[in-house]
């Protein structure tokens, strides 16, 4: 959900500038999906259940699309693959700064009144900023990113096995083993999130990314990749249609890594098919998967707006299809605004200061190997 596909020097580079589309449009999705929730009950909502529920398997795209990354990037050809402190730290300075700044902002709009029927403890905060699971979330969205911080701790941990086949192998031998751990816990949030299933679809990028080099040319071609993501597509918004499911926010359990990780895995190889192509509609395009990160975080603020206009008895009985769209606009102005404003200076400073202590980090090494 929060990396980067450019790769400097790189023969593929070309190719993976289609996993920024992908990237984007997984967060578009999501952002549709709680305009519509928004939406949702007033005398004006028009959205289908497929429809509303459907955009929350972006989500799924974005763990893919981790998996894909951590392990592509990872071992490139002819270069040492990073150390786990390495590694988490530079996922760290993607993630950490500028969600933190979310929910800096979050936190004083509750001090000033907003979200009184919310409660958090000291103990929620902590586990919030730590993207850690057992707590309440200060940002909803945040919970896919303690399931991204669960998986890049797994895979800092698997990164000694050395070979791109033996870390997924020991990755997933460690989130089956966790799967299967957490049926014999007693009931709690911890419990909740170990039980889930859907850290399953970090491995389906991994898969993707460990076959992609022998199948490149193979999954190539226009016609090849537009085939995958609509099927991919199709798959996103049928499933609400037959798969069993309580409430709009998404697919439950088992039922989730089959139809919406099965979806994401098919609009990634896509993605990766399609050629990069030039022009104004793709320079906005991958600008939008650049921005995925900042979109994905700062949504929420702008749809809380559209929900205090909501309140209103003449905003909620205006055809909502009306209002959805600019809505979803104005929020990917916000997270562009936001990912140049905030988003790049927060990771320029934090890779300045992750790059100052390279130097004494493999001084140390050399020195200890000695």
């Known amino acids: 959900m929060a990396g980067k596909t450019r790769q400097p020097g790189s023969a593929s580079s070309p190719t993976l500038a289609g996993l920024q589309v992908a990237r984007g449009l997984a967060a578009l999705s999501v952002t549709l999906h709680h305009a519509l929730e928004t939406s949702n009950g007033v005398p004006g909502s028009f959205s289908p259940d497929w429809l509303t529920t459907g955009g929350a398997g972006g989500v799924d795209i974005f763990f893919v699309i981790s998996g894909f990354i951590m392990a592509h990037t990872s071992f490139r050809p002819g270069q040492p693959s990073p150390g786990a402190a390495e590694f988490l730290q530079r996922r760290a300075a993607r ?132 085939l995958l993501v609509f099927f991919g597509l199709a798959l996103l918004y049928a499933a609400p249609l037959v798969v069993p499911h309580q409430t709009t926010h998404g697919l439950e359990s088992w039922a989730r890594v089959a139809a919406w990780g099965t979806a994401g895995l098919a609009i990634v190889a896509g993605f990766l098919a399609l050629p990069e192509r030039a022009g104004r509609l793709a320079r906005w395009l991958k600008g939008l998967g650049d921005a995925s990160y900042a979109l994905y975080l700062t949504h929420f603020f702008v749809l809380m707006g559209y929900g205090l206009a909501l309140r209103k008895q003449t905003v909620a009985e205006l055809p909502q299809y009306l209002l959805v769209i600019p809505m979803v606009v104005l929020a990917c102005l916000v997270g562009a605004a936001a990912h140049v404003a905030a988003e790049r200076p927060l990771l320029r400073l934090a890779r300045r200061a992750i790059d100052r202590t390279a130097p004494r980090r493999r001084a140390e090494t050399v020195v200890t190997a000695a």
């Open 95 to 226: 993630i950490y700064p500028l969600y933190w700044l979310a929910c800096l902002t979050m936190l004083s709009l509750m001090a000033l009144g907003f979200f009184q029927s919310r409660v958090l403890s000291p103990g929620d905060i902590f586990l919030a900023l730590a993207l850690l699971p057992g707590g309440q979330p200060v940002i909803g969205v945040a919970w896919t990113l303690v399931y991204e911080v669960y998986f890049y701790l797994i895979f800092a941990a698997c990164l000694a096995a050395g070979r791109p086949s033996l870390v997924l192998c020991a990755a997933s031998a460690v989130i089956a083993a966790l799967l299967a751990l957490a049926q014999g816990l007693p009931e709690s949030g911890v419990q909740r999130f170990l039980s889930d299933p859907i850290p399953l679809e970090f491995l389906l990028g991994m898969g993707l990314a460990s076959v992609y080099p022998h199948i490149r040319e193979t999954l190539k071609g226009a016609l090849v990749g537009s």
